[in-house]
């Protein structure tokens, strides 16, 4: 399973940005997509996830600024950002939970990251 982020770039404070991700290769199903980040000499962390259903979770972060969204059918998973701020800085990585062909549970894959900079 491959994922490929991309949107990924400058803003400015305040400005947008919409990251999309899509999962390729031989798989059954994906289940949670999402995205994570990590900003320099911090910890990776959870941004937002979205189910197969549509049900979702935010970080109090980016609560009423980001939105995760899904296209089951395309395998796509994307984040509208918003009122970017500088602590928005991080790379920002693609999750997705997805089932192996042959295998009867979910593993996780990642894709490389895509870069974030707000900046004035």
């Known amino acids: 399973v491959q994922l490929q982020a991309y949107g990924g770039g400058l803003v400015h404070p305040g400005g947008s940005l919409r990251l999309s991700c899509a999962a390729s290769?031989?798989?059954?199903?994906?289940?949670?997509m999402a995205w994570h980040r990590q900003a320099p000499g911090k910890q990776r962390e959870l941004v937002a996830a979205i189910t197969t259903g549509g049900g979702t979770n935010y970080s109090d972060s980016v609560k009423g600024r980001f939105t995760i969204s899904r296209d089951n059918a395309k395998n796509t998973v994307s984040l509208q950002m918003n009122s970017l701020g500088f602590e928005d800085t991080a790379v920002y990585y693609c999750?997705?939970?997805?089932?192996?062909?042959?295998?009867?549970?979910?593993?996780?894959?990642w894709g490389l990251g895509t870069q974030v900079t707000v900046s004035s």
């Open positions: 999750y997705a939970g997805a089932r192996p062909r042959g295998f009867t549970s979910p593993r996780p894959y």
């Open positions: 290769g031989s798989f059954s199903s994906i289940s949670v």
